[in-house]
């Protein structure tokens, strides 16, 4: 399972401030209301910081290490952490607004569970709610193309390299960590980049497409590193 001891470093390696205000601000150019179920949570960061608007998140993800993360630092009451899988929706209700950050859609590596997750999210959505997702963009498969390799040590004195790499259409992300005690624990990653056009036809059969972004900022599809996605439920006005 990954996001084992990934999850303990996970802060460590990627929580930045700046973007998860960008990614708040983001969030609140549509009115997502105040019912809100997030997909592939992880540690919560974005998610203590809707909650500060004063929403009830429902926040899921598949990995019970990065559940446990998220509740040591839960500062709100309207947050209800639990570990789940975002393809299978059944125990989940009906909410305004339905969001899936970070990247995390790209760890649905078969079309056709992609093509599920976007009906369960219909399935769950209310009349004229939104879904809220970025993805990588075409450019991140160019730019692994050559392998990007980072090491470095955490506060706990762990060490430990990561490796990121591009082929086809899949990204490939490998860890490991150096424990103290001698042993070695390694978490192997795989992503898939779907291409725009693809990923624009499947939507339109469940949502109507609202907005597009690169990187927060630029309209449509650009050079950049993800693709912003605001799409909301068929048959509804915005």
Known sequence: MIYNTLAHYYDALVKD??????????????????SILELACGSGEITRHLAQDGVHIDALDLSEE????????????????????????????????????????????????????????????????????????????????????????????????????????????????????????QEHHIQRVYEPTWLHEQLERFFTIVDIRTDFDQEGIQSGEKYFYIVQKKGKEQ
């Not at 401030?17 to 105040?34: E, L, P, R």
């Not at 590596?109 to 599920?116: A, E, K, N, S, V």
């Open 17 to 34: 401030d700046q973007a998860t205000s960008a990614w708040h601000d983001w969030i609140h150019t549509v009115k997502i209301g105040f």
């Open 66 to 185: 990065m559940i446990a993360e998220a509740k040591q630092k839960q500062d709100s009451q309207s947050i209800h952490y639990f570990t789940g899988n975002m393809l299978d929706l059944k125990e989940c209700g009906q909410y305004e607004a339905i969001l899936c950050l970070c990247d995390s859609i790209n760890y649905i590596l078969d079309p056709d569970d992609l093509i599920h997750l976007f009906r369960e999210v219909d399935a769950h959505l209310s009349d004229s709610g939104y879904f809220l997702f970025d993805t990588h963009s075409l450019d991140r498969l160019e730019e692994f193309q050559e392998e990007f390799n980072e090491t470095g040590e955490f506060e706990d004195g762990v060490q430990y390299q990561w490796s990121i790499m591009a082929e086809d259409d899949f990204i490939y992300q490998d860890f490991a960590f150096y424990k103290l005690d001698g042993t070695i624990q």
